[in-house]
């Protein structure tokens, strides 16, 4: 079974760094996005970054742009989320997911989830 496990959530002042990571199994990620997500209490579920497991090409919401880097070690099997510049806006529990090139997040047939990792960031 796919399982995404991910770790290096705490609690961090504003203006400082985290690094998450997220350990991928369970298949062979050739073909998929690999994808960091955040929610915070009484808020919907949002994109972050995401990385192509092939190739490494990324993506970022605006809100992170320059702050955040996203990376893999394919061989390894790891994702990783580089946060840098912490806002307390920022805090949130960060998902770690994947997908098929050409499927959705959103469904839940073409994508897999992480149980989440808690990141606060206190002013």
């Known amino acids: 079974q796919v399982q995404l496990v991910e770790s290096g959530g705490g609690l961090v002042q504003a203006g400082g760094s985290l690094r998450l990571s997220c350990a991928a199994s369970?298949?062979?990620?050739?073909?998929?996005?690999m994808g960091w997500f955040r929610q915070a209490p009484g808020k919907e579920r949002e994109f972050v970054a995401r990385?192509?497991?092939?190739?490494?090409?990324?993506a970022y919401v605006d809100d992170v742009k320059g702050r955040f880097t996203i990376s893999r070690d394919n061989a390894k099997n790891m994702v990783y989320l580089q946060m840098n510049s912490l806002k307390p806006e920022d805090t949130a529990v960060y998902y770690c997911?994947?997908?098929?090139?050409?499927?959705?997040?959103?469904?839940?047939?073409?994508?897999?989830w992480g149980q989440g990792t808690l990141v606060t960031v206190s002013s």
């Open positions: 997911a994947a997908k098929r090139l050409s499927g959705s997040w959103w469904n839940g047939n073409d994508s897999y």
């Open positions: 369970g298949r062979t990620f050739s073909g998929y996005f």
């Open positions: 990385i192509a497991w092939s190739g490494g090409s990324t």
